[in-house]
């Protein structure tokens, strides 16, 4: 079993940075492909970003190319989001997951599909 607990989310001026926060635990993060999701009111989720088990594959959805970073802290058990230049359309709830498939050791999925466990998420507010 995995708990994933996300933070970090909050009300930002358009412009600004945060840094999303997913500690895991039940399993250790360097045994998970980890992925960040997003849902925005009225729209489906969507992927944002995801790492694999060794952390040498990493993915960014197309549109937040340059804006969006995935990393981890294997001593903290937590893995990040960072996104810089916010802009309103990025107002969503965040929900990290992970993957426990042997799949995920050397890519880092964007379905959702292949996500075992999901966090309750924390809300991205950007104002214009």
């Known amino acids: 079993q995995v708990q994933l607990v996300e933070s970090g989310g909050g009300l930002v001026q358009a412009g600004g940075s945060l840094r999303l926060s997913c500690a895991a635990s039940g399993r250790t993060v360097i045994s998970l492909g980890m992925g960040w999701f997003r849902r925005s009111p009225g729209k489906e989720r969507e992927p944002v970003a995801a790492i694999s088990w060794t952390g040498r594959s990493t993915n960014i959805a197309d549109p937040e190319k340059g804006r969006f970073t995935i990393s981890r802290d294997i001593a903290k058990n937590t893995v990040y989001l960072q996104i810089d230049s916010l802009k309103p359309e990025d107002t969503a709830v965040y929900y990290c997951?992970?993957?426990?498939?042997?799949?995920?050791?050397?890519?880092?999925?964007?379905?959702?599909?292949?996500?075992?466990?999901w966090g309750q998420g924390t809300q991205v507010t950007v104002s214009s």
């Open positions: 997951a992970a993957d426990t498939s042997r799949e995920s050791i050397t890519i880092a999925p964007m379905q959702p599909s292949k996500y075992d466990y």
